[in-house]
């Protein structure tokens, strides 16, 4: 049985030898360059200049763009591969370039050549950083709540609102903002939301705030005040942005579950080698059956999640959206859910040893209660899976 969907060909990962020399690629990247920067890119709250050379020079900006926009023309799979080795060892800079991801699919997707050639060539090439600025003090899982507004005025469009938790939103050169360019209506809210590039000399960044997690991360409030950009800067149709917004959310929420199976793996692996290094009553803690009983739960639910983030990787890559969706939600709660308890287990079989910060594992915590939040929280998510098998597979609206 296979519902709520159509054939067991739904059920596969198509992960090929192309993704596998990626993932060493990367984690070759991660290890010998991201590992030297971490502690003092997490203490200083900023990802190295040196870090995003390197990662410019080897196209990690636009893997996922198209070559002839500057990139790579990789497939989705190749994102989720590249994120889960990237944020085993610092998931920051992961975030750093999901968000950078988010810009230019929305753009290659919805956008015309014109509007392409000119933002997403820059960010492809690693030239300039993208942030993407929908949430609002008084619209965060509501997305169809937001308050700013851009009005027409000739041959331009001017944008006042505010904006906030906006990654990136201090550093960026270039914004992807959703704004109201017509009143809601009462019987679909979602209507009248559009999307416009804004460039950085017309966005006032408010302040950056401090997070638990991320620290590396630029999360900022922004401000914009009679924001002037051209016409011709407006994503698609007007009117349309909603659905690319939550397009974007649906695009980055399985590679917000690849970044938890980097931290998962990578805590797993700690729990192990200490196990191994570590003697009590004169035996390795290998050897207690509590011990072994913790490493193989971890193993279990780093695979399970493993295995739904690549299944929902590949139902993107063939077109399935429907399926994507359902897919990705899960995805995005299983997958931080269990490498949260997979570092509480680790934390456990370190000891007292667990409670500090040398072993890097409460920092794993920290971050992963971002990405329990953002993209859609988890509690969101677990209601949209809900919502979309009741909307859209079975024809009963909830």
């Known amino acids: 049985m296979v519902f709520p969907f159509k ?51 080897i196209g990690l900006y636009g893997l996922f763009a198209r070559q002839d926009l500057g990139g790579q023309g990789a497939d989705y799979l190749s994102l989720l591969t590249a994120t889960e080795e990237m944020a085993r060892i610092w998931p920051s800079f992961s975030t750093f370039l999901l968000i950078n991801w988010m810009f230019i699919y929305a753009l290659s997707r919805f956008g015309n050549e014109e509007l392409k050639k000119k933002y997403v060539t820059p960010v492809a090439n690693g030239d300039k950083v993208a942030a993407f600025a ?8 509501d997305v169809a709540g937001i308050k700013t507004t851009a009005k027409k005025l000739d041959s331009e469009y001017v944008i006042n609102g505010r904006k906030i938790f906006i990654t990136n939103g201090d550093i960026a050169d270039y914004y992807l903002i959703a704004a109201r360019t017509s009143p809601p209506d009462p019987k679909a809210r979602w209507k009248g939301i559009s999307m416009l590039v804004v460039e950085k000399d017309a966005v ?46 649906d695009f980055a929420r399985t590679i917000v579950a690849s970044q938890a199976l980097g931290i998962g793996q990578a805590a797993l692996e700690k729990m192990i080698n200490y196990s191994l290094q570590r003697t009590a009553f004169e035996k390795k803690l290998a050897e207690f059956q509590l011990v072994q ?36 939600s899960l995805a995005k709660f299983i997958s931080t859910e269990s490498a949260e308890r997979i570092i509480l287990r680790a934390m456990s079989v370190y000891g007292g040893y667990g409670v500090t910060t040398s072993t890097g594992l409460e920092r794993m915590l920290r971050d992963l209660q971002i990405m329990k939040t953002y993209e859609g929280t988890n509690d969101i998510q677990r209601i949209s899976a809900a919502r979309f098998l009741y909307n859209k597979f079975i024809g009963y609206k909830v």
């Open 7 to 57: 054939s067991l060909e739904d059920f596969k990962v198509e992960i090929t030898q192309d993704h596998e020399l990626l993932r060493s690629a990367v984690r070759d990247f991660a290890e010998n360059i991201l590992a030297k920067y971490v502690e003092i890119g997490e203490k200083e709250l900023d990802i190295p200049l040196e870090v995003k050379q390197k990662a410019k020079e």
């Open 293 to 328: 009983t913790k490493v193989s739960e971890s193993l279990a639910d780093l695979e399970v999640a493993r295995l739904i983030t690549y299944w929902a990787g590949t139902l993107f890559k063939n077109g399935k959206e429907n399926e994507y969706t359902v897919a990705a």
């Open 134 to 141: 929908v949430t609002e003090p008084v619209a965060g899982s």
């Open 204 to 249: 006032k960044p408010v302040s950056r705030i401090e997070t638990t997690g991320l620290k590396s991360s630029h999360t900022a409030e922004i401000l914009l005040e009679d924001v002037k950009t051209p016409a011709e800067n407006l994503l698609g149709e007007e009117g349309n942005g909603f659905k690319y917004a939550v397009s974007s959310f």
